[in-house]
């Protein structure tokens, strides 16, 4: 009888993952039909856009890189307690501390010139995390509020930068003045790693940072110290830890990481430029955003948020693939991707207590037995 | 069971719920993967199963000319976008290209590169940059796709590259026109220009509006606000309301985001020039006149070079001279006559290049403006400065 | 810098910030009310575009403003039925459920302005009503006394909603359910009962907060409200979550914003300098959250916890 319930119990969990997922596709399906396209091809379209060739799982894989970046920082913050919704612009701020660093140190060779960036991305980030961490920690001013604010500031700052100071010499000579750099010396291009794609060492660096995070946080005083706050910050005060100091941290590394999302960003794009429509979402695609949808389907656990990066990824590249498929408005794209949010963060707790009852029958069984 | 049983049991569940109240992040590692596995295992094989789906756009063979365009907004925003939209349908109604596709929305720049190069990598015969800022992206997609022709726009630049062509609005020439009949209608009040962000072809038609009303009255009140938005409709409106209040009595705008600004002039029954579209529509008791962009003009051309083997490498210009703008006058608005002669005269005047609008350069020539009004853009500096 | 001290200029600055603040003081006092009962709802802005829409299509379908302000309103309730369920049934994580919310109000109204309605046709707008006596006085007249009805609604709304959260049993419930849920709860009093009832009181107000954007416009844009729900959300944090504090934070975001609107119409800051004077009403409401606010009230201590009974 234990066995069987074992069973249940493996099954359960993912059963109501992609029951989720199921539901928020089923009803895209019904807004797709009632748009008068066809349900299947749109799907079929999604699904070999995201992962149906060569190209294609590149691009998916680019796209999961930020996700990675930004969820793995907040599987750190959110450790602690920490709510971080700043990844916007924390993402923006690494940005523009890579191109700054780029500009600045001309050309370096690459060996040298790659990491320069992706570290002044971290910095970036990582100063941008700690303004607000800082501003909790010693002001007692709530993370969600600065966080809010600082993201229309970082948003206003690099439209400011890209319209003056880092502008490109051509664009003012033309007279143009598109908003954006000079294309960025080509040593700091983030090497590709597959011929022909446009698969980049990003992708390998995001997955060494989840990596390098798991081992924080469980291999480490630091981090373990860290989850204790977000455990409980008042016993830990009575361990002894200084929690102020661990909000700070939270948010920097949060922020460093989001920040190296906003590097790779820049360094591995397609016009290896700095370039933006003036919204904070038309540089980040929302990864602020959507790198804390991809924390939480891998249960605000690293390592596992690389897959739930991949399938998010792969989600929003097959949309976009889906919408140029049966051109279907791209708001549907943006409307099925809050659906499957909802509908998979809802299921978390369907999966807790199916996962409870199990329990609870195991526990039966087990005393049934023991009589 | 006995009593002790019972107490253990209540226990363990107590405790449970208690690790739920205090860590709510408590979520089963295992439970996790393999939900995550499910789902990637069920997407994959569904992905080798469908990679042969035919698709509803059209697929490029031979004998269709197929046409895609990336749009940075809505189709349907009566402004930048709208205006490819419409010159694409009018280009296919006319028989000059078979169908079009089109990904709208495209903010986010590195998706409308994932998107320029799909349309490239499916054999779409000509595939539009719809968007100043997509044009660095395009400069590394281009030279990947030497059989496939690309337009970008607003832009003169081509990178040097054989299969890229650039499209540009001489925005100026309309705004001046309408600058000058808006200065007419002003009356003793000032006139207000709302624009996004101060770049392309929404710069240029800015100055030419400004330009245009100085040449009339040098002495009329212009105010510019760029709002440093392209979408912030509530903005454009704010700003509206500001020109209003200090005395605006015609308005003006560029960018999608101007319809906030039209509907504060409804309500307070000021005057409106739109660009891009047609806007008359939105607010047929106030808006005189509109500058529509006709790309189809340019298009054409462009279209029936590839059809003949050129893929590209020329910058192509809308203008009034060739018909590429139009300023269409709102039917619903009794346009004085003194008024209407004047902007004709200046249409005529514009096209056949005796006059020059001065603002920025003329990109069709390639050369400084030689323009006859040098002292309006100085009085146009001086007025914004006061 | 002088053409903006000037009278004329100021009181149209002053009423430009008190109409602005409108839709934040909607949405920041639904959300107060939600965070008192200890829940967070980060998808204000999903809600609000929704209230929006659905305001907006309804003054075009019918030309009838106070239709059009129950549509938003009822957008709200149905949005907060949805939250409530989320939260409180499958009690998931709230500050990403909120984004959610958030994504999905963004894509599905633009997705039925798209279909619905298409191009943006002007709607009936708002009037403004000039409230008799104190609308005559010179300058405060126009500043204060001389907006749309809906702008008297959110100001009254503000000692309404510190009344029944102060003063009434349901404000008691509030409270108590928002500190000491367990406590509550052994009291009687249902937890889950009142955080529904706030919730769905919150996002109707968020719904009439994106109706009063819409209706106030007159017209309807893909994301209309550009973040509005997501500083009116920071606003609460802002406000120590009382209406008052709320009011004012929303008070000061809307004059700040119209202060600097009315630099760049004058030509005060051009150029990449706007995009600095853009970002200053977010960064001077950090700072004068650090300068004003002395003794802080501290978050409802079961904020963002769900409540499971017996733990």
Redesign the interface.
């Known amino acids: 009888m234990r066995a069987r319930l074992q069973l249940d119990e493996r099954l359960s969990g993912p059963l109501v993952a992609v029951a989720a997922v199921g539901i928020a596709f089923a009803l895209g399906a019904v807004m797709i039909v009632a748009l008068g396209a066809n349900p299947w091809e749109g799907f079929t379209a999604l699904v070999d856009g995201a992962f149906g060739g060569q190209r294609e799982l590149a691009d998916t894989a680019t796209k999961a890189t930020p996700l990675l970046l930004v969820g793995t920082g907040i599987c750190i913050s959110f450790r602690a307690k920490v709510i971080n919704i700043g990844g916007e612009g924390q993402v923006l701020a690494g940005a523009l501390a890579g191109t700054v660093a780029a500009l600045a140190l001309g050309d370096l060779p690459r060996v040298v010139l790659v990491p320069v960036v992706l570290l002044a991305g971290l910095i970036g980030g990582g100063t941008w995390g700690a303004i607000p961490g800082a501003l909790k920690a010693y002001l007692g001013v709530n993370e969600i509020l600065s966080t809010i604010m600082l993201n229309i500031v970082a948003a206003q700052v690099v439209n400011y930068m890209l319209r003056d100071p880092l502008i490109d010499p051509a664009e003012i000579e033309r007279g143009t003045r598109i908003p954006q750099t000079e294309r960025l010396s080509t040593n700091a291009d983030l090497p590709v790693l597959l011929g022909g794609t446009r698969l980049h060492l990003g992708v390998v660096v995001a997955v060494l940072f989840a990596v390098a995070a798991w081992i924080f946080l469980w291999r480490s005083r630091v981090g373990y110290r860290l989850r204790a706050v977000g455990s409980g910050p008042d016993a830990a005060r009575y361990a002894g830890i200084n929690v102020p100091r661990m909000t700070m941290l939270a948010l920097t590394a949060s922020g460093a990481m989001c920040g190296l999302a906003g590097a790779i960003l820049v360094f591995g794009s397609e016009s290896h430029r700095f370039v933006t429509d003036g919204s904070s979402t038309g540089f980040t695609g929302s990864s602020g955003f959507n790198g804390i949808v991809a924390a939480l389907f891998g249960g605000l656990h690293p390592l596992w948020t690389i897959p739930a990066a991949v399938l998010f990824g792969g989600l929003l590249v097959g949309a976009n693939a889906m919408q140029r498929a049966i051109q279907i408005p791209g708001s549907l794209v943006i409307a099925l991707n809050g659906l499957v949010v909802l509908f998979v963060v809802a299921s978390v707790d369907v999966r807790k207590r199916l996962s409870r009852a199990s329990a609870k029958r195991a526990v039966l069984a087990a005393m049934a037995d023991s009589e | 069971m006995s009593v002790a049983s019972n107490h253990v049991y209540i226990t363990l569940i107590n405790t449970e719920e208690k690790h739920t109240m205090t860590k709510p992040h408590q979520f089963s590692r295992r439970r996790t993967i393999g939900a995550i596995v499910a789902v990637g295992a069920a997407l994959a094989a569904t992905g080798v199963v469908s990679s042969g789906a035919s698709a509803a756009r059209p697929e490029s063979n031979g004998d269709e000319f197929t046409v895609a365009a990336v749009l940075p907004s809505a189709a349907n925003d009566l402004a930048f976008s709208q205006s490819m939209v419409d010159s694409l349908d009018r280009l296919t109604e006319a028989g000059v290209i078979d169908d079009y596709a089109i990904s709208e929305n495209m903010f986010v720049v590195e998706d409308a590169a994932t998107a320029i190069r799909a349309y490239a990598d499916e054999g779409y015969d000509l595939v539009i940059a719809h968007g100043s800022q997509y044009g660095g992206s395009l400069q590394e997609i281009a030279p990947d796709f030497p059989e496939t022709a690309f337009a970008w726009g607003t832009a003169a630049d081509t990178f040097g590259l054989e299969n890229v062509s650039g499209y540009t609005a001489s925005a100026d020439q309309g705004g001046y026109v309408m600058g000058a009949m808006g200065a007419m209608l002003a009356g003793d009040g000032s006139i207000g220009i709302i624009g996004p962000i101060e770049v392309g072809d929404g710069k240029l038609y800015v100055d030419g509006f400004e330009a245009g009303a100085l040449s009339v009255r040098a002495d009329i009140g212009v105010g510019i606000n760029y709002i440093e938005s392209f979408s912030d409709t509530a903005l454009a409106a704010e700003a509206a309301t500001s020109f209003i209040a200090g005395g605006a009595t015609v308005l003006s705008g560029t960018a999608q985001m101007t319809v906030g600004a039209i509907g504060v002039a409804n309500e307070s029954g000021v005057l409106w020039f739109g660009t891009n579209s047609n806007q008359a529509e939105l607010a047929p008791d106030i808006v005189v006149a509109s500058q529509v962009y006709h790309w189809e003009v340019v298009l054409e051309e462009l279209v029936n070079g590839i059809v003949d083997g050129d893929l590209g490498g020329d910058t192509y210009d809308i203008n009034l001279a060739n018909g590429g703008e139009v300023i269409e006058f709102n039917d619903e608005y009794e346009l004085p006559e003194d008024v209407l002669a004047a902007g004709d005269e200046l249409i005529a005047q514009l096209s056949s290049g005796d006059l020059v609008t001065g603002v920025g350069a003329d990109p069709a020539e390639g050369t400084e403006p030689t323009g006859t009004e040098p002292a309006a853009t100085t009085a146009a500096a001086d007025t914004t400065e006061a | 810098m002088s053409e903006f001290f000037t009278i ?2 100021i009181v ?1 600055t002053v009423a ?1 910030g008190v109409r ?1 603040a409108t839709p934040y003081l909607f949405a920041a006092l639904g959300e107060t009310l939600g965070q008192r009962s200890g829940v967070l709802n ?1 998808g204000v802005d ?1 809600v609000m575009l929704l209230g929006a829409f659905f305001a907006y299509w309804a003054a075009l379908e019918h030309r009838n403003l106070w239709l059009a302000f129950l549509a938003g309103a009822a957008v709200g309730l149905v949005m907060g039925a ?1 939250y409530a ?2 939260t409180l049934v ?4 709230q ?3 909120g ?10 109204s ?2 039925l302005y ?2 619905q309605v ?5 709607a009936k ?1 708002l009037p403004d009503v000039r409230i008799p006596l104190l609308g005559r006085i010179p300058k405060v007249g126009d500043m204060f006394f001389n907006h749309s009805l809906v702008v008297y609604v959110a100001i009254a709304l503000v000692p309404l909603a510190a009344l029944v959260i102060n003063h009434t049993r349901f404000g008691l419930n509030i409270r108590a359910v928002g500190e000491t849920p367990e406590a509550a709860d052994s009291m009687g009093v249902s937890v889950n009962g009142t955080r529904t009832a706030t919730i769905l009181l919150a996002n109707m107000l968020a719904g009439i907060g994106g109706a009063a ?1 819409a209706l ?4 309807f ?7 509005i729900g ?2 009116a ?3 609460v ?2 406000g120590s979550w009382r209406p008052v504090g709320v009011l004012a934070g929303s008070l000061l975001y809307g004059l700040l ?2 202060t600097v ?2 630099f ?4 005060i800051v ?7 004077a ?2 200053a009403p ?2 001077l ?2 700072v004068a ?2 300068v004003i606010a002395r003794r ?1 009230a501290e ?1 409802p201590a079961a904020l ?5 009974r ?2």
């Open positions: 004329s200029v149209a430009a602005l980060l999903g949805v369920v989320v499958f009690k998931a994580e500050g990403i459920s984004i959610g919310v958030y994504l999905f109000g963004l894509g599905f633009e997705l798209r279909q298409g191009t943006p046709r002007p707008s954007l106030e416009l007159g017209t844009q893909q994301n209309l409200t550009n973040g997501f500083i959300v920071a606003l944090y802002f914003t119209a609107n009315q760049k119409t004058l030509g051009t150029g990449g300098t706007a995009s600095l853009t970002a977010a960064l409401t950090i959250l650090v802080r978050q963002t916890l769900p409540f499971v017996g733990g």
